[in-house]
């Protein structure tokens, strides 16, 4: 457990952040036993910030891109997944206004909160969890499986892919 995390009562966030305001972003706040404190969608800035002010997260797991490729269309930590077999977008026009909202998100709390970069699909497929079909379920979905990666972000059963994506350990699981 890193550190400088430790609470009282850790409070973990998931978000399943969506490029542009007017698609739903899918946002959660659990326990440490996963229960949910709020959830919902939400879609632009000021309810986020909203949101987050409200829970008081220890930890913000995010799906989304926390950087940006220093040339071409894919990042290290994307390499370095790829090797691993596992799928990931290219930096193409949606994936770099995603990666400017993450950005943005993460800078207005980098001081105050433990923010990391996850990817609820690769979590899902490491923790053997079957993925909602139905799009608009799967944006809470995703933000659930977000904040139980930051719990075990927190456990520190997680493993550093580069930048500040994290995946769980295969042997934790």
Known sequence: MHESLKKAKPVFCGIDLAAREHNPTGVICIDWNEKSLEEGLLFDNDNIHKFIKRNKPTIIAIDAPLSLPTAGNTREEDRKLLKM?????????????LAARGISFSKIYDKSITIIEVCPSISAKILGIQ?????????????KIAARTAIMFYEGKCELVGGRFYIPRKTEV
């Open 85 to 97: 077999g596992f799928r990931i977008f290219p930096f193409f026009q949606s994936m770099k206004e």
């Open 131 to 143: 993925r909602e079909k139905n799009k608009v379920r799967r944006h809470l979905e995703d933000a």
